[in-house]
């Protein structure tokens, strides 16, 4: 990593539109189970999940498939940290257990938007917190101006994530004293 120990930071937008405010409900509030994805995977997937979640239920979210989007999943891996926004606050941080690209099983879950893609590009999350921390206080300790309002999916800048890290510490122990 070309900045040290720290963790790549993802940051989602899983609202502000009535279909994303569904898929929020759906796989972000409302967990899901392994059951569900046994016949969309393949058996070492399958067992990989089985492996993390021990039988637990847990949360996912996806991306549509497009350069920028397929860039920044395509980087992610198992440990980093994915923060997700909806309501003007992260409200929920967790880690990426694992990552899958499933047309079918994105579609299971989410549909297809109006252009007829799906959020296949998708990502499980593992020791989730809900946390309440307004964007504006987050901000300024990742260089974006106060009031910066995310979009869709990005990656925080690593060089910003690493001096973070380097003077108040881990990302997920920030957030716990920013609320």
């Known amino acids: 990593m070309p900045y040290g120990n720290s963790r790549k930071v993802f940051l989602v937008v899983a609202g502000g ?5 569904q898929h929020f409900e759906d ?3 409302r967990k899901r189970a392994i059951g569900e994805v046994k016949r969309f995977l393949p ?3 399958i067992e990989n999940l089985e492996n993390i979640y021990h039988g637990s239920n847990f949360i ?3 991306a549509v498939p497009g350069p920028m ?3 920044r999943w395509e980087r992610m891996e198992p440990g980093d940290v994915v923060l997700i ?3 003007g606050s992260i409200c929920f941080a ?3 257990a694992a990552k899958a690209r499933n047309r079918e099983l994105a579609r299971y879950f989410w549909k297809e938007n109006g252009a007829g893609s799906t959020w296949e590009l998708m990502y499980f999350i593992v020791n989730e917190e809900r946390t309440n921390v307004p964007i504006e206080k987050l901000n300024p300790l990742l260089g974006y101006q106060p009031h910066y309002h995310p979009q869709g999916f990005s990656m925080i800048n690593e060089a910003a994530v690493s001096n973070l890290a380097k003077s108040y510490g881990d ?5 716990k004293t920013l609320v």
Do not use: C, F, K, P
Request: charged letters at 20%; proline letters at 0%.
């Open 17 to 21: 539109n009535a279909a994303a405010e």
């Open 27 to 29: 796989t972000i509030q």
């Open 43 to 45: 058996s070492r997937e």
């Open 60 to 62: 996912v979210w996806g």
């Open 69 to 71: 989007n397929e860039s």
């Open 85 to 87: 926004y909806n309501h």
């Open 94 to 96: 967790g880690e990426i």
């Open 171 to 175: 990302i997920l122990v920030v957030l």
